[in-house]
């Protein structure tokens, strides 16, 4: 079976809606736990105003450390032009731009129309970015907590759009709306308008079925996945509910299934004990950190 590639994208992801701070030298002793566990790509945090959103004030400092690994790609967020000059700035390797597919998501979040946002993001594609891989991630693509339903045909065209001058296209289910069945029919359906564009999958364990759609995801042929460890971070429109679907649960799922993330486990176990320790009060989620592997449980070859 072929491999996987995951991104951890909990220091961004995780900590943009945790509740409690996790201060700058604990972030990068996390980010490097990350990486000795076999990640070799973290998103490590987003450019977006310091006044809104405190956690991510620090995100130049954690790009330049970030980049001292070797072998580690870089990500972080921008909402805009402001934010990816930034992120060229401190040498961010790839920089993931969020479009909304939901048009009251789009006009609430950035009082853009999805229409708008993805010719900012055409905007930021024509500066020049040597080096640097930028992609479109439509977000709430499987449904969203303002408009409800999001029209398939929507997800596709703006999809479609986005590789027009993007590297790589993800569908991410910000708010843990969807389910496997769907989850099939839209990856399909936005492959076979974007082909090989179509990369990453970036879900939400909100309602339990993150590993049941990362697994729908990867029948579909996607062998990218956003995680993010111990679940960490929380649904900003369902207090209580737990994050991006949890990465030692999808490495182990696909490492008991032959499929190789490059990733151990035992490291990564390491990566959670000192996230934990950093933000003690923060809740964190995941059935192996629980369980602990099984016996005889043999990682992919
Ligand atoms: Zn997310």
């Not at 620090?58 to 972080?76: H, Q, W, Y």
């Not at 590297?167 to 069945?181: I, R």
Request: aromatic residues 6%.
């Amino acid at each position: 079976m072929s491999a996987v590639h995951i991104c951890e994208v909990g220091p961004r992801d995780g900590l943009q809606n945790a509740r409690h701070l996790m201060p700058t030298a604990a972030k990068k002793a996390w980010i490097r736990a990350l990486a000795d566990a076999g990640l070799k790509e973290i998103e490590v945090g987003s450019f977006v105003p310091p006044k809104l959103i405190p956690a991510m004030a620090d995100t130049a400092e954690i790009v330049a450390f970030a980049r001292t690994i070797p072998g580690l790609k870089v990500v972080a967020l921008a909402p805009n032009l402001k934010g990816f000059q930034r992120a060229l700035e401190a040498g961010a390797h790839k920089v993931t731009f969020p479009v909304s597919a939901s048009r009251q998501h789009s006009e609430s979040n950035v009082r853009m129309t999805p229409e708008q946002m993805v010719e900012e993001v055409r905007k930021c594609a024509a500066v020049p970015h040597p080096g640097v891989e930028i992609e479109g991630a439509v977000s709430t693509a499987f449904g969203c907590t303002m408009q409800g339903v999001v029209p398939e045909d929507d997800v596709v065209r703006i999809a479609a759009a986005l590789a027009e001058f993007c590297d790589g296209v993800a569908l991410a289910d910000t708010v843990g709306y969807a389910n496997p069945a769907q989850v099939r029919r839209v990856f399909r359906r936005v492959r076979e308008r974007i082909g090989g564009k179509l990369e990453g999958a970036h879900f939400h364990n909100t309602r339990g079925l993150g590993l049941a759609n990362a697994l729908a995801a990867y029948e579909e042929g996607v062998r990218s996945f956003d995680s993010s460890l111990g679940g960490l971070g929380g649904c900003p429109f369902a207090p209580g509910a737990s994050g991006n679907v949890i990465t030692e649960d999808l490495v182990f799922m696909f490492e008991s299934m032959g499929v190789a993330t490059g990733i151990d486990l035992a490291k990564l176990f390491a990566a959670r004990a000192l996230m934990t320790q950093a933000i003690p009060d923060e809740p964190v989620y995941g059935h192996m950190a629980l369980a602990g592997l099984p016996k005889g449980f043999r990682a992919a070859a």
